[in-house]
């Protein structure tokens, strides 16, 4: 008997992470299928949900067998958003990578076009949009969020790390906006599987620093994404200042020692941009003398 041919490989692999997601999960699905760029596979990637959700996973995978894998930890078990986006991005095909969080919702015209932008720049390695932070699916008002601090062009590392979150003042793009070449996940090794609990508020912020320290990344101002704001968000948590600092001081002590671990931190940039990040919480008293000095030269200045 003549095996039957495998499957030709999909241009991109589309990772929707998803646990206990049934209210919204359908929809971010849907908003897969229904995509103008047809060169995809969809992996739904199940982090031990207890609700509804996993029937649904199974009932589109079921549906769609050509196109969409359910995929679990073993044991079904729970094992954070970085460990689950990991398990996707392993058993996927595509040689671009796009992630999906299981209550956002895509533009139909998001994959087209982002796999443009990355076809006329073959020096890019990642590409987002603005996002539209959706509050009318629940009767509020939408606002267009810009990522980045320069859109409409290649920027090339260190320049990103340095002017946008979390060391700079540009506004930080949401994981389900990305699309990224399976060469620069696999450089600076996906996401950290350690980011866990509390710590998960910035576990898309340490795939993020890492790929702008090293690779190519363009900001754009299309907007592909409605990213959901509902009250069971993560981000919530970040309300909370003794939390958020907590996470933030994690952060930046892991990052430190990754960018001296992996050799990438000799721009003295880089360097003084950690620092300045860290002052507040190693030496806040220092911290407030500087804050302090400052404004009293800027009231001077005023004045």
């Not at 359908?26 to 739904?44: G, M, P, T």
């Not at 450089?187 to 980011?195: K, N, Q």
């Not at 912020?205 to 101002?221: A, H, I």
Request: proline residues 7%; charged residues 25%; glycine residues 6%.
């Amino acid at each position: 008997m003549t095996p039957s041919p495998s499957p030709p490989r999909p241009r991109v692999s589309v990772v929707i992470i998803f646990f206990n997601s049934e209210t919204f999960f359908a929809e971010a699905i849907e908003s897969v299928l229904a995509q103008e760029y047809r060169d995809f596979e969809l992996l739904l990637v199940d982090d031990g949900s207890t609700d509804g959700s996993t029937a649904i996973a199974l009932e589109y995978a079921a549906k769609h067998p050509q196109r969409i894998r359910y995929l679990e930890h073993p044991g079904h078990e729970n094992r954070g958003m970085s460990a689950t986006r990991n398990l996707g991005v392993s058993q996927s095909r595509g040689e671009l990578l796009a992630m999906l969080d299981s209550d956002d919702v895509w533009m139909p015209e998001k994959l087209r076009e982002q796999v443009a932008i990355l076809d006329h720049y073959p020096e890019v390695d990642m590409v987002c949009g603005s996002a539209r932070y959706w509050r009318s699916w629940n009767e509020g008002d939408d606002t267009i969020v810009p990522s980045g601090h320069r859109r409409g062009r290649p920027i090339a590392p260190p320049e990103a790390l340095l002017h946008v979150y979390p060391l700079g003042r540009g506004k930080a793009p949401c994981p389900s906006d990305l699309l990224v070449r399976r060469s620069a996940w696999d450089s600076v090794g996906g996401f950290e599987a350690s980011f866990r609990g509390p710590l998960q508020l910035y576990e898309d912020q340490g795939f993020l620093s890492k790929l702008y320290l090293s690779r190519t990344v363009f900001f754009s101002d299309s907007v592909w994404l409605n990213y959901r704001i509902h009250d069971a968000q993560c981000i919530v948590g970040a309300r909370d200042e003794a939390n958020y600092r907590q996470v933030r001081t994690h952060f930046l002590d892991w990052f430190e020692a990754y960018v001296r671990q992996s050799g990438r931190g000799r721009d003295p940039r880089v360097r003084l941009a950690l620092t300045r990040a860290l002052l507040p919480y190693r030496h806040p008293w220092l911290s407030a003398l500087l804050r302090s000095r400052r404004g009293l030269l800027r009231a001077l200045r005023l004045g």
